[in-house]
């Protein structure tokens, strides 16, 4: 099935994000303030992200989907969503977003990623984190070992 969990073994806890989209950019800088440090941050226009969007078979230039890696495996579209927040303290019941079929969940999902810029808006740049953000920002292949 398209878009299934994969193994992500080596890799840390991380979300590959689209930089230049408003939307998820706010959600890495959310998902940020939330979790305890336990995430790094790769906007898929950075090099880390182009690599990693290659292992995943994600167009880095028109990117359909977030990546998450949590525990070794590698999500994609609601599945992100859904995982991540049960993942933050204190949004444990989110793990009940994964009831839905992932066609379904996956469906809603597309509408809004092939919408955002019309919806959010784009950046000009990729994301500008503060300090504490940009200590946990991957940008380099090699900092993933994927170099």
Request: net charge positive.
């Amino acid at each position: 099935m398209p878009w299934s969990p994969q193994p992500a073994a080596g890799l840390p806890d991380l979300i590959v994000f689209d930089g230049d989209c408003v939307l998820c950019s706010r959600w890495a800088r959310w998902v940020h303030e939330r979790d305890g440090e336990r995430f790094r941050f790769v906007a898929i226009q950075s090099e880390a992200g182009g690599a990693l969007a290659r292992r995943f078979a994600v167009n880095a230039d028109n990117p359909e989907t977030n990546v998450l890696v949590l525990g070794g495996v590698a999500y994609f579209k609601f599945d992100t969503i859904a995982k991540l927040l049960s993942a933050l303290p204190g949004w444990r019941g989110a793990a009940l977003l994964a009831l839905a079929p992932r066609p379904l969940r996956n469906w809603c999902y597309d509408r809004i990623a092939r919408n955002r810029y019309r919806l959010f808006g784009r950046r000009e740049a990729c994301l500008a984190p503060g300090a504490a953000m940009r200590a946990r920002v991957i940008e380099r292949a090699i900092d993933l070992g994927l170099a």
